[in-house]
């Protein structure tokens, strides 16, 4: 069996033009043919922490569903920024909000998905911060989230906001860190910033970069996305 997995990091809905234009993010997300999605800035980052993006226009114009999950705010469509769609009908079979150390406040959200076919997997969709010395500690936190999920397997998916590639992910030995590709600025990317790590039995099949023309300018990142396989597998011990 496989899932495609995706991220994207929507800035709040507004294009490398300037212009806030949900529209155009949701035309991004449904190119993208994801089983599960994971969002990052869905929310404004002031006062209430108000959607950007509406949850009444993902259920209008896209096929995903957003279940039961907990939010920053009283408006707010996601946790610290983040939310996660399923494709309509997939069983959700819980969710955890996570804060995670660091200087700023950031959050990630692990969500135990159950597809039409083999066992379940816990995603963990995060945002993670601006210093490497966070990024280190919020990795530590991610990472023992996703040795908990065992006998499952688990992924993380998300902007790791990680410029290079042979550090900060050095808290995650017996992961898998994959970076499909160039995903930021979105005009001309060369900064692998959004990424995929996956637990010991998931296997990744195939990765890519969403760049088309729409992608470069709705948002300031493209997004990614993963065809995972080996769901059906019971994960080894990490």
Request: charge should be positive; hydrophobic fraction near 40%; charged fraction near 25%.
């Amino acid at each position: 069996m496989t899932l495609r997995i995706a991220s994207y990091n929507l800035h709040k809905c507004v294009g490398s033009d300037g212009r806030r234009d949900p529209e155009r993010i949701i035309a991004v997300i449904n190119a993208l043919q994801a089983d599960v999605i994971a969002l990052q800035e869905v929310d404004r980052r002031m006062g209430t922490r108000p959607a950007a993006l509406a949850q009444k226009l993902i259920e209008a114009e896209t096929d995903f569903e957003r279940h039961d999950m907990p939010r920053t705010g009283p408006d707010s469509l996601g946790w610290h920024g983040q939310v996660v769609l399923v494709r309509r009908g997939t069983r959700v079979l819980g969710v955890e909000a996570i804060t995670l150390p660091g200087l700023e406040p950031r959050g990630a959200l692990a969500v135990k998905i159950a597809p039409d076919s083999g066992g379940p997997f816990t995603l963990v969709g995060a945002h993670l911060g601006l210093r490497r010395t966070d990024r280190r500690a919020q990795w530590t936190r991610i990472a023992q989230l996703m040795r908990d999920a065992h006998p499952h397997p688990a992924l993380a998916i998300g902007d790791f906001n990680e410029w290079r590639n042979e550090r900060g992910f050095e808290t995650l030995t017996g992961f898998h860190v994959h970076a499909p590709g160039a995903s930021y600025p979105a005009r001309a990317p060369f900064g692998r910033l959004d990424r995929v790590v996956t637990a010991p039995g998931l296997r990744v099949v195939r990765t890519g970069v969403l760049d088309t023309p729409l992608a470069r300018v709705a948002s300031d990142h493209l997004p990614i996305w993963a065809d995972i396989g080996g769901i059906v597998a019971r994960a080894q011990p990490i």
